[in-house]
């Protein structure tokens, strides 16, 4: 059975730090794209960061670009998302997610991620 779990989030002042981490289990990742999706209070689940399984590449929403950066553990079964500069506007609950690497689909395209964790809470105060 595959699991994410994620871990991480808090309350923290607007312009302060927070890294989130999500760890899968089940299966093998290693050819899988891992990532992370948000979602605010009344409005759509929305893109944040995906990191490739095959060749590491990095993609991010314009919005976070320049103060997230996702990565992934040596066993690429590990997802983490640092956060600096962070904004009110940031607050939402954030989703670890995965998909098979062989998707062509944007990967701001949440239907297309079988894989889904339950979701860590970020505050931010301002």
């Known amino acids: 059975q595959v699991q994410l779990v994620e871990s991480g989030g808090g309350l923290v002042q607007a312009g302060g730090s927070l890294r989130l981490s999500c760890a899968a289990s089940?299966?093998?990742?290693?050819?899988?794209?891992m990532g992370w999706f948000r979602q605010a209070p009344g409005k759509e689940r929305e893109f944040v960061a995906v990191?490739?399984?095959?060749?590491?590449?990095?993609y991010y929403a314009d919005s976070v670009k320049g103060r997230f950066t996702v990565s992934r553990g040596n066993a690429k079964n590990t997802v983490y998302l640092q956060m600096n500069g962070l904004k009110p506007e940031d607050t939402a609950v954030y989703f670890c997610?995965?998909?098979?690497?062989?998707?062509?689909?944007?990967?701001?395209?949440?239907?297309?991620?079988?894989?889904w964790g339950q979701g860590t809470q970020v505050t931010v105060s301002s």
């Open positions: 990191i490739t399984g095959s060749s590491g590449s990095p």
């Open positions: 997610a995965a998909r098979p690497d062989s998707i062509v689909r944007p990967y701001s395209t949440r239907l297309t991620y079988p894989y």
């Open positions: 089940g299966r093998t990742f290693t050819t899988y794209t």
